[in-house]
């Protein structure tokens, strides 16, 4: 038996999330028929759970094989059955410890935001009203370093704990075609669900001045929950999953 780590982009848009819900078009799902089509039965670990309409870049799959598979030749053969909505970027041997979530030391997710609506990129990139980039960069700065996330968190979910340590959180200026846009960066230890688009939905009400520093810093101490409203799921991309190296052990 072979385990082998999977890169994969993905458009989000084509389905209902990642996790498998029943008989819906899920990532997880696609995948799973996918190799089921080359017998191979294995569950799937991955490196995070993308809602409904969240994209990837550099989504992190892990499933174990028959030793007979090389790399190169399974990668020739699953690709296709899994295009056009998903993308294989890579195909490599690992451990048999390797798990895309546990393993992980840093995930990085992408956020493309603009003020022009346009019908061609409505999937792509979420259209919503936004302050200064110094606004937005001042409340974003908020969230840099270890902080307790609770109320930056989806209700309904269950983490063993809610403390998470933000690396990085910064937005520039970026040109989609000839669509002026705005790129805001998130990259941390981990993520609770629904997280990312929480901490923006509340720095964007920030940037507009709905929204004061000192709530958005209240809310952050657990003192109270000010915000609650969620950046809309079409502009996120899970796009960075870092592990330590080397992981391979035979690889394309």
């Known amino acids: 038996m072979r385990r082998f780590k999977l890169v994969i982009a993905y458009d989000g848009s084509a389905f209902m999330g990642f996790a498998k819900q029943g008989e819906l078009n899920t ?5 799973e028929n996918a190799l089921k089509r080359l017998n191979i039965q294995s569950p799937l670990t991955a490196a995070g759970r993308t809602d409904k309409g969240v994209h990837a870049t550099r989504q992190v799959v892990a499933f174990n094989a028959p ?3 090389s790399a190169q030749k399974l990668l020739a053969h699953l690709a296709p059955k899994l295009a056009p909505h998903i993308v294989c970027q890579s195909l490599e041997q690992v451990g048999l ?3 895309p979530r546990f393993c992980a030391h840093k995930r990085r997710y992408r956020y493309i935001l603009s003020q ?3 019908p061609f990129l409505a999937r792509y990139v979420a259209f919503h009203p936004h302050g200064t980039l110094e606004s937005l960069q001042e409340a974003l700065n908020c969230f840099v370093g270890t902080h307790d996330f609770k109320y930056f968190c989806k209700t309904g979910s269950n983490p063993k704990h809610t403390r998470r340590t933000l690396y990085k959180a910064f937005c520039y200026p970026f040109c989609v075609g000839r669509l002026d846009c705005v790129v805001v960066v998130f990259e941390a230890n981990g993520f ?5 688009r929480l901490m923006l939905g509340a720095a964007l ?3 507009l001045g709905h929204l004061s520093l000192e709530d958005l810093k209240a809310q952050l101490a657990l003192k109270k929950r000010t915000s609650t409203d969620l950046a809309p799921s079409n502009g996120l991309y899970l796009s960075r999953v870092v592990y330590p190296q080397p992981l391979s052990k035979d690889g394309v």
């Open 27 to 31: 990532v997880e799902g696609a995948l």
């Open 67 to 69: 030793a007979f598979w």
């Open 97 to 99: 410890d390797f798990h």
């Open 116 to 118: 022009m609506p346009s």
């Open 192 to 196: 609770l669900r629904a997280q990312v």
């Open 205 to 207: 009400k920030c940037s």
